[in-house]
């Protein structure tokens, strides 16, 4: 199959900085942002000022407001919006192209994960999806970046995976869509709980027992999703975990950190808050463990923090009063 055209849906940080990527493979990109003038002043300018600021895009990049088919397909919307962006989308320029999903989160009212979305709205498309360890401005950068490429064929998916390689950008083949995914919305949750923890300065030794106790919730989550818990070993699971739990950089870590310091969510919010895919995914994934009858009590004691029903006091005497048990 031809791999050589990109489209990457989305005018924001992470969709600008996988169109970056893109080229600096070799792809001949085209970046679909939602307005005529905007695309025209990325064009112009060579930057797109708004989602990465100062940061120079390759000559391989061409914005635009309109979707035309292509080789792959790259969604880069907030996971809220990726069914709404697929009603204005036309199936059938989606029929048998891979189609990679790059948003990190849960759909509200449905509990549905980007493939299922996808699969919903234009069911004759190839899923892939791609998560990991990566902040937008340094896969933008060209600095050194690792991440994980799920998809259906091992061959296929090595194929895409070749195809979207560059000299800084390294996309891991894997088959385990279910466990990419959930590990990918599920870190944002952690780190909103590890971002808490600096805000109501608990230090790092909570902290480190959060990572460690959150990588094994997400395991039972994964399991009971029919997903495989050894594919959170990988950069999906463990590299973006880490990463998100433990740097100032993560939207959702900054957005922990003033729910800590004792803010709500609404006046975070209001007060400009960048992204954070782990407050809407906190009770998608709280429901979705009920529903699983999976033990969830890190999910849970996020999901009352976000909604406001308890303070950080009152979820971790709750948390660190509960029987003891077996670590594994
Ligand atoms: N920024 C990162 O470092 C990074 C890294 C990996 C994954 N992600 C994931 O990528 C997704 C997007 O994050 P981001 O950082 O680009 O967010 P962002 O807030 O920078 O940008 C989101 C973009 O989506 C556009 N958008 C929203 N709804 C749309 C719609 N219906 N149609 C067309 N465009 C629409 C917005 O206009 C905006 O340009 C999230 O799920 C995030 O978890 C981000
Ligand atoms: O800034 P965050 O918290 O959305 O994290 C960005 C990426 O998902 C990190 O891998």
Not at 20 to 35: D, E, T
Not at 71 to 76: F, K, P, R, S, T
């Amino acid at each position: 199959m031809q791999l050589e055209t990109v489209t990457v849906i989305g005018g924001g940080a992470w969709g600008t900085a996988l169109a970056q990527a893109a080229a600096m493979a070799g792809r001949q990109v085209r970046l679909v942002v939602r307005h005529s003038a905007q695309a025209e002043a990325i064009n112009t300018s060579r930057r797109n000022e708004a989602a990465l600021p100062g940061q120079a895009l390759l000559a391989g990049v061409n914005a635009s407001a309109e979707f035309a088919g292509s080789d792959i397909v790259i969604l880069a919307v907030p996971a809220q919006s990726t069914r709404t962006l697929l009603s204005t989308i036309d199936p059938a320029l989606l029929a048998g192209r891979p189609v990679v999903l790059s948003a990190k989160g849960l759909e509200i009212g449905t509990l549905a994960r980007q493939s299922e979305i996808l699969f919903d709205m234009a069911p004759e498309a190839v899923p892939y999806v791609l998560s990991g360890p990566s902040f937008a401005v340094d896969v933008a950068a060209g600095r050194p970046t690792a991440v994980t490429l799920a998809g259906d064929d091992a061959s296929a998916t090595s194929d895409l995976a070749t195809a979207l390689a560059g000299p800084s950008f390294r996309p891991y083949a894997a088959d385990d869509r279910i466990g990419v995914e959930i590990a990918g919305a599920l870190k944002n949750v952690y780190a909103l709980a590890c971002g808490a923890v600096e805000g109501a300065q608990l230090g790092a030794s909570a902290r480190a027992a959060l990572i460690a106790r959150g990588y094994a919730e997400m395991a039972r989550m994964v399991t009971a999703m029919g997903g495989s818990a050894h594919t959170l070993t990988g950069l999906a699971g463990l590299g973006d975990l880490t990463l998100t739990c433990t740097s100032v950089q993560s939207r959702n870590y900054q957005f922990g950190i003033a729910l800590g310091a004792g803010q709500s969510t609404g006046a975070i919010i209001a007060g400009g808050a960048k992204l954070a895919e782990g407050v809407a995914t906190a009770p998608v994934a709280l429901a979705l463990a009920r529903s699983l009858d999976v033990d969830a009590p890190l999910i849970e004691a996020v999901d009352a923090v976000v909604a406001g029903r308890a303070d950080i006091a009152t979820i971790v005497a709750g948390l660190m009063s509960r029987p003891l048990k077996r670590e594994h």
